[in-house]
């Protein structure tokens, strides 16, 4: 399968390409994914960065604007799971979160 990989990150091609936000929003995205998630995925913060209770996978979420970013981290190896906007985020973590 062909994989996206950036800051650590690797992401599914078509996962990648699947989330088509506007421009400034990816560009908004990739700086935070630069950011947070190649020096400290697991630091959490007030609304930035949530360690998920009650999960096994995925664990992590950034938040960047209207956009969430769920991803796993192993190591120094950072999983990005999916990117998906705010009102698609819950249905999404139904869909595929495990719980532990």
Request: hydrophobic share 35%.
């Amino acid at each position: 399968m062909d994989q996206y990989r950036r800051a650590g990150c690797t992401i599914p091609l078509a996962r990648a390409i699947e989330c088509r936000p506007k421009a400034n929003v990816r560009a908004g995205v990739k700086e935070a994914l630069e950011t947070h998630l190649r020096h400290e995925p697991t630091k959490t913060s007030r609304s930035r960065i949530k360690r998920l209770r009650g999960l096994s996978k995925p664990r992590y979420r950034l938040r960047v604007e209207d956009v969430r970013v769920f991803y796993d981290v192993a190591g120094s190896t950072v999983e990005v799971l999916a990117i998906v906007s705010k009102p698609e985020a819950e249905s999404w973590l139904k869909q595929f979160g495990k719980a532990e």
